[in-house]
Each structure stands twice: as C-alpha cells, then as structure tokens.
C-alpha cells in the first residue's frame, strides 16, 4: 500500500494530544488521542476500516 496525504480526525475547537495509531495484518488501525474542550478532558478514537479506505469521522468519544 501507499501512505496517503495527512489528514485531520479530531474536530474544530479540540485541543488534540498524545496520539497513538496501532494497525493489524488485516489493514485496519485505530488512532487514539487524548482532546480536551473548554469543559472536559477525554479520549477519541477513529477507525480506518481496510474496506472503506477512510477513517471513521467524527471520531468517537470514549471517556468522559
């Protein structure tokens, strides 16, 4: 495969940090990253799925 172009998955007006990508055999991979707003601290994910080809956007917001 090729590596494409940067591009951003977490949204406007998030302070976005600590980011870490883990990838399988299959070609999927996750990116996790820690973001903080005006009010909260949490963590985001974002998939890329082998299938799709694109990374799962909005991301997710699994803590609080």
């Known amino acids: 495969g090729v590596w494409s172009s940067p591009i951003t998955l977490s ?6 940090v600590t980011p870490s990508v ?5 070609g ?4 996790t990253w ?3 707003d005006a009010a ?7 998939i890329l799925s ?3 080809g694109s990374w ?3 991301p997710k ?3 609080n």
């Open 56 to 58: 799962s956007y909005p």
């Open 22 to 26: 883990l990838m399988d055999n299959t």
């Open 11 to 16: 949204v406007p007006g998030v302070n976005s």
């Open 34 to 36: 820690q973001a903080e």
């Open 50 to 52: 082998s299938l799709e």
């Open 40 to 46: 909260h601290i949490f963590f985001q994910v974002s």
């Open 28 to 31: 999927y991979a996750i990116a």
């Open 61 to 63: 917001k699994i803590s």
